[in-house]
């Protein structure tokens, strides 16, 4: 493995790093997005309240349980009835206080809202009703959207299943989501996303459909 890379002209980390620049600025942050250029893969987080930019490159593993756990999300609103639009890869920002890429966020009540966008502006566009991030070489706290207020947070850790509902003025951990209240989440969700290494992704996910009709 290298050592990360960090120019005028490019920023580069290998599978699993993890950096941290402390004491940095919204424009510092900006700059950062500017230089990633193609490098999609890379996730980059700005906090104006601990001045801090982190920058993950995930590993693969990382990628494949946060498409999973879409996929058991959009199997949910299948059987539901429900409609939805789903992103990957996007930056949210509220200009100078904070900035965020979720493994995975879902438009619901607000979908009607993006429909045709492009690009996410904060300014003028609710944020997504759930946004999905699983935590492998790094840590996710609740505290990261703070600014971003997505009503509903899960953070997938070893296994399991973190829930945070926003109040209105911060996040609080809950035993149950608020878009999906009938259903066993902390048990289901890790025990598919789990089982999803042994037979398969496509299994795993045929298996769910069915448990829950």
Avoid at 23 to 44: C, K, M, N, T, V
Avoid at 92 to 115: H, I, M, T
Wanted: proline letters at 6%; glycine letters at 4%.
């Amino acid at each position: 493995m290298g050592l990360p890379t960090i120019t005028p002209d490019r920023v580069e980390l290998d599978p699993g790093d993890e950096i941290i620049l402390r004491f940095r600025s919204w424009q510092d942050y900006e700059s950062l997005l500017a230089r990633r250029l193609d490098r999609a893969g890379l996730r980059i987080r700005y906090s104006a309240e601990t001045q801090e930019i982190r920058i993950l490159s995930p590993l693969p593993s990382h990628g494949k349980n946060a498409d999973m756990l879409a996929d058991l999300v959009k199997a949910m609103l299948r059987q539901q009835a429900k409609d939805w639009e789903a992103y990957t890869s996007i930056t949210l920002k509220k200009l100078g206080e904070q900035g965020v890429e979720p493994d995975y966020c879902f438009y619901l009540q607000n979908r009607s809202a993006v429909l045709g966008k492009e690009r996410i502006d904060l300014a003028i566009d609710p944020p997504p009703d759930l946004a999905i991030e699983v935590d492998f070489t790094s840590r996710t706290q609740p505290q990261d959207y703070r600014a971003i207020t997505i009503p509903e947070l899960w953070i997938y850790r070893q296994s399991e299943l973190l829930i945070y509902l926003h109040d209105g003025s911060r996040y609080q951990e809950s035993s149950s989501s608020a878009q999906f209240s009938e259903i066993d989440l902390k048990k289901l969700l890790p025990q598919y996303v789990d089982w999803s290494w042994q037979v398969g992704s496509s299994v795993a996910l045929r298996e769910f459909e069915q448990e829950i009709r």
